[in-house]
């Protein structure tokens, strides 16, 4: 898979030397690879099969803008007029969305489109957590910069399709924790490592945005990029400075600062996230606090 528009082969290589640089250093911050995509069986809480259209309510329909010219709302984009996110405390509800072709973004039901949401992001299918809904309307979490960016996806064109996960991650920098949360029970909590005061692990909520190996590196055999980005670098070996949840070789680097703002966890954790029988799925919500 790749994203829509499809990166050219260019890009992909200097991906494949960021990580390969990133994986020389002590500290890490994301890491972005070609990857697989989520597994189809993906678990839902709800009784509603995967991929079922979100379709349109009774309303008028809407023609659609001229996507040419607008940013990709995805981890490589700035979409610099987007509404930002009113409650960055509450992980979201778990309903989630994926654009069967790509889909304009709106900066408010009825608004201007501000950005191209693309189908895929990383080679995984994009699936953004739903934050509010209006007749006709919802309004999702963005994978872009700034931090905290949102926008509104016109559902009446039947373009979006809608699931629902039980699996929230929360992640605690002071207390230096990771728990992974399954209809409404713990199934497992670890120490991490996180950002240090340089470079602190962003606050707030996102969601794992894609997962990924990459042989270039040999820090973690799965990555996780999040929807959120560092705060403190632009660019991480000339990537895009995303945030990601990530193994690490060494113990020494849990339950303290440790990164450059990643998230690294111990293998068991890592273990439990990829677990092949019932893996976190893509779009599953992260609270950041």
């Known amino acids: ?34 990857s697989r995509p989520e597994p189809d069986g993906a678990r839902t809480a709800e009784p509603v099969e995967l991929g079922v259209e979100l379709h349109a309510p009774a309303v008028a329909a809407r023609a659609i803008p ?8 995805s981890t490589f984009g700035i979409v610099a007029n987007a509404p930002q996110d009113a409650t960055a405390d509450e992980v979201p509800d778990g309903q989630l969305v994926h654009p069967t072709t790509p889909v304009p973004v709106y900066d408010q039901p009825g608004g201007a489109a501000i950005a191209v949401l693309p189908t895929t992001q990383l080679g995984s299918d994009t699936w953004i957590p739903v934050i509010a809904e209006e007749p006709g309307w919802v309004q999702a979490l963005l994978p872009s910069r700034p931090n905290g960016s949102t926008g509104w996806l016109s559902t009446q064109d039947n373009s979006l399709r809608i699931r629902s996960t039980t699996d929230r991650i929360v992640i605690d920098r002071t207390a230096f924790r990771l728990t992974l949360y399954r209809d409404h029970q713990q199934i497992g909590t670890w120490s991490v490592g996180v950002g240090t005061a340089a470079a602190p692990t962003p606050a707030g909520r996102t969601f794992v945005l894609a997962s990924m190996t990459d042989a270039h590196q040999n820090f973690s055999p799965v990555i996780f990029p999040l929807g959120i980005h560092s705060t403190t670098f632009s660019t991480y070996g000339g990537g895009p400075g995303t945030t990601g949840i990530h193994g690490w070789p060494t113990t020494d680097v849990f339950g303290r600062p440790s990164s450059d703002g990643c998230i690294r966890v111990p293998a068991d954790a890592l273990a439990t996230l990829t677990n092949p029988l019932d893996p976190v799925p893509i779009g599953t919500p992260v609270l950041i606090r």
């Open 66 to 73: 001229n996507l040419a010219g607008l940013p990709e709302a």
């Open 1 to 34: 898979m790749s994203e829509t528009p499809q990166p050219t082969p260019k890009r992909w290589r200097v991906l494949a030397f960021w990580l390969a640089g990133i994986a020389m250093v002590a500290t890490t911050g994301v890491l972005l690879a070609p």
